[in-house]
């Protein structure tokens, strides 16, 4: 008969063979065998030198091994019953139980939740002659559709009839302004940290512990750090901009600023307008005229218009710059204790990622003012042009010369 395998594979086959126990010996012969159409029991016989009788008990046992079911170690339902199992009223107490410590959604009466830890149900169950343990409890909650959740922030806390319109305009305005050579910018200021011995969240590797002060009190801190942030969109940098003191429409026309001087008129030397997405909120808010008096003086000093493209309440995290860039510097910060505003600027510059952000970081020690007023007259006189379609939203500021 002629082989089935190379001499080599025949050997190791072999020596697989002869290490096996007798009843494996059957088995291994019986798989070798089935897998040829024809003549595999004598083929097999010959390799193994064994009998064609004991390849066939092989084949055998093969195929009333898929026949037979798996063997327990005990019959179904033996062993000490559990307690639910046991005790049939424990369900109907437990129920009663939860009824005095449960709050529901008044629109789903399928959505319950329950204030009460396992250590507590176990503690009132045994006030009714149920001791049970904690793996218990956990049983009968699971039985009743009680599973330990988190909330999920997935419900909008408000919106806007607007809403859809203002997306779907930013999304335009997008494409123009890229197609036309223009930088798109999404603004942001991340949220403000302290500067000091005190604690942070996160956890890095240490060769001893890190002391820390035992409370977080702002007047501990040596100082605040407020990172004002542009993001290039095209080319995927962001710049961070630390100011020491406070959030203010100034400090973020400042910041603007030093990305134009600094990166901006390097990058698009040609650009005739300059697309900003903010938030509505905050120092950039789209309600405040201190913010466009401010705007207005910027555009006038650089010399070329500003488009402002806020988002719409509520819709903060739609700003390209809350996904693509403040997680991954969240990330790089995480665990770190802020000594200085040196040392946070030096980490928020490592970051990276997998997509090829680079960030670059400055810091601000100017001492902005809050509470400041619009001039006299500013309302009347000011340079902003506000769109016919949805003009809370969206405006130009320009030049004065760009207007004559």
């Not at 629109?107 to 006030?127: P, R």
């Not at 009968?140 to 909330?151: H, M, W």
């Not at 910060?333 to 990276?352: A, C, D, N, R, Y």
């Not at 000011?382 to 500021?397: C, E, G, P, S, T």
Request: a positive charge.
């Amino acid at each position: 008969m002629q082989p089935a395998y190379s001499i080599e594979i025949e050997k190791q086959m072999q020596e697989v063979f002869d290490r096996l126990s007798e009843k494996d010996k059957r088995l291994y012969a019986g798989v070798e065998a089935l897998k040829f159409p024809y003549g595999g029991i004598s083929y097999i016989a010959q390799l193994f030198s064994c009998s064609r009788n004991t390849i066939r008990r092989g084949i055998n046992e093969l195929q009333e091994k898929e026949k037979k079911k798996k063997k327990r170690a005990r019959k179904a339902g033996g062993g000490r019953k559990q307690a639910i199992t046991k005790q049939t009223a424990i369900n109907d107490v437990f129920l009663s139980i939860l009824k005095e410590h449960t709050a529901g959604d008044p629109m789903d009466e399928t959505k319950k939740w329950t204030n009460l830890t396992c250590a507590k149900i176990g503690s009132l169950l045994a006030e009714e002659s149920f001791k049970v343990s904690r793996n218990i409890v956990r049983k009968l909650l699971k039985k009743n559709d009680y599973v330990k959740r988190k909330a999920l922030k997935k419900k909008a806390a408000g919106g806007h009839v607007n809403r859809n319109a203002q997306f779907e305009n930013i999304t335009k305005l997008r494409a123009l302004y890229t197609a036309a050579g223009n930088p798109v910018i999404s603004v942001d200021a991340k949220k403000k940290e302290l500067i000091g011995n005190l604690f942070r969240d996160g956890k890095v590797y240490t060769t001893k512990t890190v002391e820390v002060y035992d409370h977080d009190f702002p007047s501990l801190a040596e100082g605040v750090a407020v990172p004002h942030t542009l993001y290039d969109i095209e080319r995927n940098e962001a710049y961070v901009n630390i100011g020491t003191s406070r959030d203010t429409s100034e400090f973020s026309c400042d910041s603007i600023r030093h990305w134009w001087y600094t990166y901006g008129n390097l990058y698009y030397p040609l650009a005739t307008s300059i697309l900003l997405l903010m938030d509505g909120g905050g120092s950039n808010s789209s309600r405040h005229y201190i913010f466009k008096q401010d705007l207005e003086a910027l555009v006038e000093e650089i010399g070329i218009e500003i488009r402002i493209a806020h988002y719409p309440p509520y819709t903060s995290k739609w700003n390209p710059i809350e996904h693509r860039v403040f997680p991954h510097i969240t990330r790089e910060l995480s665990g770190m204790i802020l000594i200085s505003h040196v040392f946070m600027k030096e980490l928020i510059e490592k970051t990276t990622t997998k997509a090829g952000l680079k960030v670059f970081a400055c810091i601000f020690n100017k001492v902005y003012e809050t509470g400041r007023k619009v001039v006299e007259g500013f309302k009347e006189s000011m340079r902003i042009v506000f769109d016919k379609h949805l003009r809370q939203w969206n405006y130009v500021a320009m030049p004065e010369a760009a207007i004559l």
